[in-house]
């Protein structure tokens, strides 16, 4: 009965057919479309998460430069096997100030969300130098360029620029102050590296890339910890 009707009524009908087939594709559409605008159900904005600081910014940058994400994840998803392993599974507000986010595709090393505050500035000074001094048997190569290399302040204050176009919430005129944010973390960093004996310029690359590293998901763990989502 119903492939009569279709057959015998609808498919004839030119007319008819496209109307009514106009009729469900519009249906299907605003299904999709309605929620995404209702606030309720927009993307969740998470006030825990914070945008990354200059430095950390710069770190990301080389993150991306050298394609870390051919080898790693940053996202957790909601199964045991993952959360008993990285830590809670990853929400949709955690990436709110990620342009663009790093989810990935591929796991040739761990996953990375949670990565910071994991281990000591120590830890990633000697294992980006020779991954398996760290992790014997690790099959990641090592990067010593970024020991020599030195991040450009001017690069910064340009991505800094790009993401307040994105939407970003920084303070206006990158130029008048990211200068000085860089050298504070920097400092600090280099400092805590220096007391364990390890040599590296508060403006070098790997200075720059381990304050991003210590930063991924520790704002979502706060974040998930105050019940936020
Ligand atoms: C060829 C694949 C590959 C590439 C490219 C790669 N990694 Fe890895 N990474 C691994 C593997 C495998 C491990 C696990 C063994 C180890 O600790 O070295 C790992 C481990 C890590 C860890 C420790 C994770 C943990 O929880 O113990 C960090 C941090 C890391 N990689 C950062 C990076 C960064 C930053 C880059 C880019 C500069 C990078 N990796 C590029 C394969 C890769």
Redesign the pocket.
């Known amino acids: 009965m119903a492939e009569n009707f279709h057959r015998g009524v609808l498919e004839p009908n030119a007319r008819l057919f496209a109307v009514l087939s106009t009729v469900a594709v519009t249906i299907g559409g605003l299904v999709e479309i309605v929620p995404m605008y209702s606030s309720a159900a927009g993307p969740e904005h998470m006030d825990e998460v914070t945008p990354y600081t200059p430095l950390e910014l710069a770190g990301r940058d080389?993150?991306l430069r050298?394609?870390?994400y051919?080898?790693?994840s940053q996202m957790i998803r909601p199964m045991q096997a993952e959360t008993l392993r990285y830590g809670p599974w990853t929400r949709a507000g955690e990436y709110q100030y990620d342009h663009p986010f790093q989810l990935g595709s591929r796991r040739?090393?761990?996953d990375?969300q949670r990565?910071g505050a994991?281990y000591p500035d120590a830890w990633?000074y000697d294992?980006?130098k020779d991954?398996r001094a760290?992790?014997p048997g690790?099959?990641?190569?090592p990067?010593p360029w970024l020991y020599e290399a030195k991040i450009d302040k001017d690069d910064v204050v340009a991505s800094v620029g790009a993401m307040t176009t994105l939407g970003v919430p920084y303070q206006d005129n990158p130029e008048t102050w990211v200068a000085a944010a860089l050298d504070e973390q920097g400092k600090a960093i280099a400092g805590r590296l220096a007391e364990t004996k390890r040599d590296a310029a508060p403006d070098s690359e790997i200075v720059a890339?381990t304050a991003y590293?210590q930063r991924l998901g520790v704002d979502g763990r706060k974040a998930i910890a105050a019940g936020s989502n």
């Open positions: 080389i993150y050298e394609g870390c051919n080898c790693h040739i090393g761990p990375l990565v994991k990633h294992h980006m991954p760290t992790s690790s099959i990641m190569p990067y890339l590293l």
